[in-house]
């Protein structure tokens, strides 16, 4: 569920990221939510028709609710193909393919892909932003508080997404740095129904060499990769509850496509 990027300067470049290499055309946004995107491009790209992919009524509510003249709203499952061949002249996966990826595993990730790949036009772009997996090593993780050490202690329990090892060491826990940037995303879940929610969803799932290695298998050639760090005053507040190291090991992925 985890939307993220957290904090308005943040959010705004990276979304700038985005609106520097969209197509303008009929651009299509698969995995919508409620359209933090979309009225980004709906304002940037005003002879652009856009199209709002989701499978949960729920947030297409919230879309039509936003009054965007040139959205349209469609419900639909971006692994399934809703649309005919060459439909489109960008499309989007802003914090989606994770959510594939927990409901569905890596097989329907790539179904998604595979999926966008078809719809698009020769030439057209393919963006993706989501979190981005670390290379496996180990991390020290020191909980500041009692709470938010009993909240690790139920995140190893709970998780569902793998099996979770945490060593009891002087000043904290040694885990896989890939579980560790798992439990920064999620101990701030503000209600029970958030937290559960999230212990089935894997935020971390691919590293940058399998983002790449997918998308080329596909047919897609990648313009550019790159991670999106988070900003110093998001670290700020995470860091009044635990410190890790290193930061830089909690990253999105910012990946541009072409279809030849």
């Not at 349209?72 to 802003?94: A, H, K, N």
């Not at 212990?199 to 298998?217: R, W």
Request: glycine residues 8%; neutral net charge.
């Amino acid at each position: 569920m985890n939307k993220e990027p957290a904090g308005r300067g943040e959010r705004h470049a990276w979304l700038r990221l985005l609106v520097e290499r969209v197509n303008p055309g009929v651009i299509a946004e698969f995995g919508c939510g409620t359209g933090a995107v979309l009225e980004t491009l709906h304002a940037s790209f005003p002879q652009s028709t856009i199209i709002g992919v989701d499978k949960s009524e729920e947030r297409l509510r919230e879309v039509v609710h936003k009054r965007l003249a040139r959205v349209i709203p469609i419900l639909s499952d971006i692994s399934q193909r809703s649309f005919m061949p060459g439909s489109f002249d960008t499309i989007l996966f802003v914090g989606s393919l994770h959510e594939v990826f927990s409901c569905l595993g890596k097989e329907n990730v790539e179904r998604s892909l595979e999926m966008g790949y078809r719809v698009l036009r020769s030439g057209g772009v393919a963006l993706i932003q989501d979190f981005l997996k670390p290379g496996g090593k180990k991390a020290q993780l020191t909980c500041r508080n009692k709470g938010v050490e009993e909240r690790f202690l139920r995140f190893v329990r709970e998780f569902r997404g793998r099996k979770v090892k945490a060593e009891r060491m002087e000043g904290g826990f040694l885990v896989d740095i890939a579980d560790g940037v798992e439990f920064i995303s999620k101990y701030r879940s503000s209600t029970e129904e958030d937290w559960e929610e999230e212990m089935a969803e894997t935020h971390f799932f691919f590293t940058q060499d399998e983002y790449k290695d997918v998308a080329e298998q596909i047919g897609f050639s990648v313009e550019e990769t790159r991670g999106l760090t988070k900003s110093p005053e998001w670290w700020s507040e995470v860091s009044r509850d635990l410190v890790f190291e290193p930061k830089s090991a909690y990253r999105w992925v910012h990946l541009v496509l072409r279809k030849s």
